[in-house]
């Protein structure tokens, strides 16, 4: 899994445009997952179940990189491709669309549907707002009492997320940048002389 920071969309979000009677609506989320981007496209099929077509396309950095895209009935090449073209010229990952088509009557040949799809997910991208994003790793760190106010001390001047659970021992969940996770593990052990454990 890469360090770099990479491009996605901020929130879920959906815009619609009317081609010659045909309504075609962008439908786009963040998703972490090839999974997660699977239920994305599922979802909304399901959600508009009496549409014509519910196009699907996602690009998710899994290892290896995964890009998908669906013509779900349209012309091969007129509907699936426009629509990952769109993310790949944006340079978004970790990404699923779904452009739902409600036939309006007007066939729009191959050129038309082509157009139609990649405005629909532009739209839809432009609503959801893009952001960059910095892969995260998580860990957990555990220590005796003695120790868990230089753990938490070291997390809070590192401005990383986490989560502490105090019961017997101590337990934090820290979720850090990766390029920024064996540094921080390092500074962990050193300051509580090794006495931290780390999963």
């Known amino acids: ?29 963040p998703v972490e997952t090839v999974a997660a981007a699977e239920a994305f496209v599922d979802s909304i099929s ?51 669309v779904v452009v739902t088509r409600y036939y309006g009557g007007t066939n729009l040949g191959v050129g038309g549907l082509v157009r139609s799809y990649a405005q629909a997910t532009k739209l839809a991208v432009e609503a959801a707002g893009v952001t960059e994003r910095r892969p995260h790793g998580r860990f957990v760190a555990t220590v005796d009492y003695d120790d868990s106010g230089t753990v938490r001390g070291l997390l809070e001047s590192s401005e990383v997320e986490f989560e502490a659970d105090y019961v017997e021992r101590v337990t934090f969940e820290v979720t850090v940048p990766l390029a920024e996770l064996d540094e921080l593990q390092d500074r962990l052990r050193s300051a509580t002389s090794g006495r931290v454990e780390l999963s």
């Open 1 to 29: 899994m890469s360090e770099e920071s990479y491009r996605t969309v901020l929130k879920r979000a959906s815009a619609a445009v009317t081609v010659r009677g045909s309504e075609f609506i962008g439908h786009v989320s």
């Open 46 to 96: 399901e959600e508009y179940t009496d549409a014509t077509h519910n196009v699907g396309a996602y690009r998710v950095r899994a290892d290896p990189f995964r890009e998908y895209a669906s013509d779900d009935g349209e012309p091969s090449g007129s509907a699936g491709k426009p629509t990952l073209s769109v993310l790949q010229g944006e340079e978004l990952e970790n990404v699923a």
